[in-house]
Every structure is written in structure tokens, then in C-alpha cells.
């Protein structure tokens, strides 16, 4: 079928990721291929000390970006889209999104960005004898607790953002397995909760006498390729509002932005990698074995049908380079130059691969906000340099390169030079590798690997989801998610892989070590402004 058969007789399959900054929708065809889009482009908010989006922000992106959807397949094909033959809702990871019994979220949404949960954490981390992340959901709910927030007694489901809306499209309280090691630890052996660790939870808040238990009020887990629920009539109504579209069509298990970078980049299989370089950033090594202790640094969730993954998670990547970009841009503007800003992206960037692999001594810090694998609750973006250094303009853009992947790299340090993971592959995806070469390149330097870039990374996340929705409706083999991706849909596609330079390598290692002394500079601004 051409694209527009497929969607006219409803074959088409529909992927939609909630991401930082950007809510997008990919429809794909009966061959995995993106057919159309959607965007919807949006901020989160600081309430009261917390990084939220409001329930309302939720709704409006969510249509504004199917109906963005459906004016691009008008346009193309003269079509409207009626029904769908599979629907994938993901989002970004974690977070608190905690319910009464009337469905009434309890208090505003706690993103992943928050750090406030540094206490709770700890003391979860210590009883599980298992790293528990700040972002988790079980730490938000265990400082909620340990705050006297009164609206604990009253929780009767506790989810994510992409539980959330997929509970509102299906009336189903389930969650992909991957984004559910984002809420408590799995066990991969039973594909479920640790039960070890919901019952330490239980019997420690046990004195406060809440009317639920752990277990009652976390989604169901489901593994990639489980039915998940239909669309119903009420959940179609609010997807579009036009009316066009019919229900029924089937979900997959809704999951988290980790586990679909796996997917799109072909990267759920043991000994493969990705890193996804955004707004945030973060490495995803699919392991042989458990790894030998727990690591402060290093979060163990699973992939989307439940292995155990090591995941770097770092909260700032590409802000404050882009932010750095911009003045390159309002400065062009001042001149009165056209602004094209895939050319000044390019520009500045191919230049800073003329710098020195150390940087000529300049030092970046993208923190707008706290970075948890570095020890800093909060951020300050900051731009360090002594007379001495090589103060030039390919320096400089590379100490800010360098700088989008810093974190990432301490953390995997950790996993290749002390643990000796072994990966045959790692694949980027994301903003940081849209200049062809130079992400790539930068990344290689930082974790001495080969990387390797697919021209389908640019479609991200949704288009992951999106392939994890065809998994549960096209899978007539009954093959494994990595069988089904290798066979289906990367089929002869490897991508284009840059090995790191040897040169690049001692200065990217030379610039790490200048950037941990300097981490003292960070944490005083972080106490003086």
C-alpha cells in the first residue's frame, strides 16, 4: 500500500512521545517507515520550587500535536485519518503523578528535573541496598512522606506522565516495563516489582498507618508486545477533538523515553548501547550480568521486554550550548545576515573540531539545573577560563561540545574502566548529533567507542513507540523484541560509525580531569547566586 491506502484503511500505526520540550506524533506505515508528523513545542513550569507541567498543559499539547498530525496527512495525501490499527503513548521518565479516588491528580506534577528528593533517596538507596535515583517515583513518594504532605493518606494510583495519558485514552492502570524501573526496582527474573523491595517499603512506613500498600497503587507491569488495552470512545474524543477519529484500536504498554531510544536506535539487545543527547542526556548499556555493587551514579531499569540496562542519566546536556548558539544567531541578525540556523549550528560547530582536543584549557558547565551524578542539587551555567588558557572561538564551542557529554562520560567511566562492560555497538540519537560528524565525533572522543548514527535517529522517540505499538499487531513470527527489530526493521541498516580519534581521546580525558577540579567552582556559584 502507498501511505495514503494505508491510512484510508486504517492500517497506519501511531507513535506519541511527551518529551521535554517537545511533544511529537510520527504515523508510520505497514514497513516501520514515517509517513507523518505532528508537533507540539512546550516549557515546563517552576511552581512553588518544583518543576511541573500543568494536567491542562498536558491535554492542549497532546491534541494540538495530533492536530498538527492530521493537517500534515491532509496536506500530503488529501486524507483524514479514521482509524488507526495500533496507538504508543511515552513520555519522559519517573516523576510523581499521584491520584484519588475520583482520578484527581493530588498535587501538580513532579518531573524528573527535581532534586528535592536528595533525603529520601538516600535512605531508600541504603534499605533496597540498591542505587535509587532523586528522579524515581519511589523517592518522590518516600520525601512526600517524610514532608508530612497530607495528601499521601489520600493516593490511590501513583503513575508517570505516559501512564497517565495512556490510563485516560484505555482505562487501563498498566506501564511498560521499562518505564516502570523508572517508579521501584524489577526483578528481571519474575519481570515484575521486586517484591523483596515492596515489602521493606511497606513494613518502613509502616508506622503512618496510610489505607493503601505499595503493590495497590502502582500500574500493572507489561512487557513489549503485551496487549495493553483499546482506545476508547472517551479516550478518542479527547486524542482528537474533531471527532473523526473512531476507538478501538490497540496500545501497546506505555513507556518511557529511555526505552524507546533503545528501540529506535536498535538497541535492546545484550552488548548494545545508545545515548540519547537532548535537553537532557543519557547512556543505556544492555548488560551481560548484574553489575558487582550498586553505583551512586549509575540507574538499573530494563529494557522495554525487561533486561537489565545500566543507565547514565545526566540532567543537562544541550541547553546551555544552545543558548551559546543563539548569540552567534542575534549577533548574524545585528548584521543584518539571513539566519539559517541548521548553517550556524553547522558552522560553529565543524569549526570547534579545528580547536584543541583539550580545549586549549577553556572550561563550560551547562547546568541550568542540579546534576545529581556530580553531587549538585541545583545548577549555574558558567563559562570558566584563566589568562593563560587558548582563548579562541573553536576552543570555545568545543569546551561547550565537550561539556553536553562531560557527565555522561564520568558516569560510564565507571562501567567500562572499573566494571569492563563489554558493548559491541553504541548508537546516538538526538539534537546533539543533527550536525553530521561532530556529535559523533565529540561523543567517540569521551567514551573511547565507536558511534554510530542511523539517518532514523532523527525521528526519536515517538517514531520508538511507535515501533513498539507495530511489535504487538505485526509480530506474526512471535519472535523477541531484538529478533523483530533485526529482521523488521533495521534490516542491513547498521549506520554510519565514526571511531574514536586517538588525539581526541587524551584531550577529551585531559579536559575531564581539569573539569573535576573545577566542579569546586560550580558548587560556589551554586551558593553565591
Not at 587558548?390 to 562520560?409: E, G, I, P, T
Not at 532514523?456 to 513498539?468: H, N, P, V, Y
Request: net charge negative; with cysteine; glycine share 10%.
Amino acid at each position: 500500500m502507498d501511505a495514503k491506502t494505508t491510512i484510508e484503511h486504517g492500517k497506519a500505526i501511531l507513535g506519541i512521545e511527551f518529551g521535554s520540550t517537545r511533544i511529537k506524533a510520527v504515523l508510520v506505515d505497514e514497513d516501520n517507515r514515517p509517513i507523518a508528523q505532528g508537533v507540539h513545542d512546550w516549557e515546563n513550569q517552576l511552581v512553588d520550587g518544583l518543576w511541573t507541567y500543568s494536567t491542562e498543559a498536558i491535554w492542549y499539547g497532546l491534541q494540538d500535536c495530533y492536530a498538527h498530525l492530521r493537517e500534515n496527512v491532509r496536506a500530503e495525501y488529501d486524507v483524514e485519518i479514521e482509524s488507526l490499527a495500533a496507538i504508543g503513548i511515552s513520555a519522559m521518565m519517573h516523576g510523581y503523578m499521584p491520584f484519588n479516588e475520583r482520578a484527581e491528580i493530588l498535587v501538580p506534577f513532579r518531573t524528573w528535573r527535581n532534586t528535592n528528593t536528595g533525603r529520601a533517596a538516600e535512605e531508600l538507596s541504603k534499605l533496597f541496598v540498591f542505587n535509587v535515583p532523586l528522579r524515581w517515583s519511589i523517592s518522590h513518594l518516600y520525601q512526600a512522606i517524610l514532608d508530612k504532605e497530607t495528601h499521601v493518606k489520600d493516593i490511590t494510583y501513583l503513575t508517570t506522565l505516559a501512564g497517565y495519558i495512556h490510563w485516560q485514552l484505555t482505562g487501563e492502570k498498566v506501564l511498560g516495563i521499562g518505564d516502570a524501573s523508572g517508579m521501584l526496582p524489577i526483578d528481571s527474573e519474575t519481570m515484575n516489582y521486586s517484591a523483596g523491595m515492596i515489602s521493606k517499603f511497606d513494613a518502613l512506613v509502616a508506622p503512618e498507618s496510610f489505607p493503601w500498600k505499595l503493590e495497590d497503587i502502582l500500574p500493572r507491569v507489561l512487557v513489549a508486545g503485551a496487549d495493553a488495552g483499546y482506545l476508547t470512545a472517551e479516550g478518542a474524543r479527547r486524542l482528537d477533538v474533531s471527532g473523526h477519529l473512531k476507538s478501538g484500536a490497540p496500545f501497546c504498554p506505555p513507556e518511557g523515553d529511555a526505552g524507546t531510544g533503545m528501540v529506535a536506535t536498535n538497541a535492546v539487545l545484550k552488548r548494545t548501547g545508545n545515548v540519547s543527547a537532548g535537553t537532557s542526556s543519557f547512556s543505556m548499556i544492555v548488560l551481560e550480568k548484574e553489575l558487582s555493587k550498586p553505583y551512586e551514579v549509575i540507574d538499573m531499569v530494563t529494557t522495554p521486554d525487561g533486561y537489565p540496562v545500566a543507565m547514565v542519566h545526566c540532567n543537562n546536556c544541550t541547553s546551555d550550548l544552545n543558548a551559546w548558539v543563539n548569540l552567534f544567531k542575534e549577533y548574524q541578525q545585528l548584521l543584518g545576515v539571513p539566519v539559517d540556523m541548521n548553517e550556524v549550528f553547522g558552522m560553529l560547530y565543524n569549526n570547534a573540531l579545528t580547536g584543541d582536543p583539550d580545549c586549549g584549557g577553556l572550561l563550560s558547565y551547562n547546568y541550568f539545573s542540579g546534576e545529581p551524578v556530580t553531587g549538585l542539587n541545583e545548577g549555574r551555567p558558567l563559562f570558566v577560563r584563566s589568562a593563560t588558557d587558548k582563548f579562541s572561538l573553536a576552543n570555545f564551542m568545543r569546551a561547550n561540545l565537550y561539556a553536553s557529554v562531560a557527565v555522561l562520560k564520568i558516569g560510564n567511566d565507571i562501567l567500562f574502566n572499573e566494571e569492563h562492560v563489554q558493548v559491541d555497538r553504541i548508537t546516538g540519537h538526538g539534537g546533539l548529533f543533527k550536525t553530521p560528524g561532530v556529535g559523533q565525533r565529540v561523543l567517540a572522543a569521551a567514551l573511547n567507542s565507536p558511534i554510530s548514527v542511523m539517518e532514523t535517529a532523527g525521528e526519536g522517540g515517538a517514531w520508538g513507540i511507535a515501533l513498539l505499538a507495530a511489535f504487538v499487531v505485526n509480530n506474526r513470527k512471535g519472535q523477541s523484541l531484538p529478533e523483530w527489530l533485526n529482521d523488521c526493521v533495521f534490516l542491513g541498516n547498521a549506520g554510519t560509525e565514526i571511531a574514536p580519534l586517538r588525539e581526541d581521546v587524551e584531550g577529551f580525558n585531559k579536559y575531564i580531569e581539569t573539569y573535576k577540579r573545577g566542579l569546586a567552582i560550580e558548587k560556589a556559584a551554586v551558593e553565591a547566586k
